[in-house]
């Protein structure tokens, strides 16, 4: 059973930045893909970031590429998303998830955070 607790979160301007992380206990945190999902209210939850087990590869979405940065610390067993060039679209509660297989689906991954507020002002 692993535990996800995301921090970071908060009021930013437009255009500013924030960097969220999330910390994992529990398990191998290194066995496990990670990723950051949002959701706003009355809309679905939204895939925003992904990194595999080892850390080699990174996806996003074309909404937030070039903007969002995810990573992961194995040694901390935290996984972080660097977001810059914020706009009011991308405030949400943000997520983080592991799971087994990498993917953008909710459904691949097992475990989940409580989340944390983002709040982009215009």
């Known amino acids: 059973q692993v535990q996800l607790s995301e921090s970071g979160g908060g009021l930013v301007q437009a255009g500013g930045s924030l960097r969220l992380s999330c910390a994992a206990s529990?398990?191998?945190?290194?066995?496990?893909?990670m990723g950051w999902f949002r959701q706003a209210p009355g809309k679905e939850r939204e895939f925003v970031a992904g990194?595999?087990?080892?850390?080699?590869?990174?996806y996003y979405p074309d909404s937030v590429k070039g903007r969002f940065t995810i990573s992961r610390d194995d040694a901390k067993n935290t996984v972080h998303l660097q977001m810059t060039s914020l706009k009011p679209d991308d405030t949400a509660i943000y997520y983080c998830?592991?799971?087994?297989?990498?993917?953008?689906?909710?459904?691949?991954?097992?475990?989940w955070g409580q989340g944390t507020q983002v709040t982009v002002s215009s």
């Open positions: 998830a592991a799971g087994t297989f990498s993917g953008i689906k909710v459904g691949r991954y097992t475990y």
């Open positions: 529990g398990g191998t945190f290194s066995n496990y893909a």
């Open positions: 990194i595999n087990w080892s850390g080699g590869s990174t």
